[in-house]
């Protein structure tokens, strides 16, 4: 394969994400088109997540023919390759379906398993936020990073809510009691990828949630370390793509937050 270019690269990714996101939007017109089909328990897709992840496949096939993929809904079936995107069309279904207007569009690029490349388009307020490998992080092509902010009490959180292992449901409340207790408080905005953008361009001081998915972090966890943040697995460790779990924060609160889950999860 020929020397890819990362930054014209995300631009390109950019505008394909948008062009997917207007697609996404003008869908919820008629709520009653959306063909919801629940794919497990609390688990839900619908006909746009699947048209969408058709459009993202064939713009990036097109921008980079000899690319793997996984992708969510896997409507073009998982390729494994030395380069691989891994897409998420529509994060934030529970969102979608209910017409709470907060829901994005997660793409990654991956050489083996380090991301190079991150885009996470927010559909409703048409933020963009993007990085590459080497580059600062960008919301709309202005710079962004993490906050300043260095103590819990002044800190703004958000998580998700466990939707299934609710075997670690004790330590996961510990947690949020004592961030309740001790921070500016707890938002659940309900797309990961959107969290982790917002810890990027400082709004969040940090994000955690256990349960989720590649798809899910990959782009958003790339753009938070390339604006200056930290993140990480409930350990500390490294192994929050596929492992399930993951920390992000704004670098100064990352030793508090990191204690706090520590403490509660890895006894
Ligand atoms: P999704 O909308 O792409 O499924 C929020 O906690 C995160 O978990 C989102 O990134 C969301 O991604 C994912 N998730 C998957 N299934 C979920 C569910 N049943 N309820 C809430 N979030 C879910
Ligand atoms: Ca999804």
């Known amino acids: 394969m ?10 390109d990714v950019c505008s394909l994400a948008k062009e997917t996101g207007f697609f996404i939007k003008n869908q919820l ?7 919801i089909e629940e794919k497990g328990r609390h688990d839900f897709v619908t006909r746009v997540d699947k048209q969408a992840e058709e459009r993202l496949i064939i713009g990036l096939r097109e921008l980079l023919p000899e690319c793997g993929f996984l992708a969510e809904e896997n409507v073009g079936n998982t390729e494994l390759k030395e380069f691989m995107w891994i897409v998420d069309p529509l ?30 388009h927010e559909v409703n307020l048409d933020e963009c936020f993007y ?20 103590d819990l009490d002044h800190s703004l959180f958000a998580t998700g809510f466990p939707y299934y292992d609710y075997d670690r449901m ?3 409340m510990k947690v949020f009691d004592h961030l309740m207790r001790h921070s500016s408080g707890l938002r659940r905005l309900g797309s990961a990828a959107v969290d982790l953008a917002y810890v990027a361009c ?32 409930f350990k500390g460790g490294n192994n929050y793509l596929y492992g399930r ?19 509660n999860f890895n006894r």
């Open 29 to 35: 017109i008629d709520p009653n088109r959306l063909d």
């Open 131 to 150: 990085a590459w490998k080497g580059s600062p992080a960008f919301l709309n092509e202005r710079q962004i990073t993490i906050s300043t902010i260095s």
């Open 245 to 263: 779990e993951l920390v992000a924060t704004n670098k100064n609160i990352h030793a508090h937050l990191m204690k706090i889950i520590n403490t």
């Open 91 to 120: 994060d934030g279904t529970t969102n979608f379906i209910h017409g709470v207007p907060l829901f994005s569009i997660s793409i990654a690029f991956c050489r083996d398993t380090e991301i190079i490349l991150g885009v996470v």
């Open 170 to 172: 004790g330590p996961y």
């Open 202 to 233: 400082g709004r969040f001081e940090g994000f955690y949630e256990y349960g989720l998915r590649p798809w899910d972090v990959a782009a958003g966890a790339l753009i938070v370390k390339q604006a200056g943040g930290v993140v990480c697995d």
């Open 2 to 11: 020929n020397p890819i270019k990362l930054e014209k690269l995300a631009q």
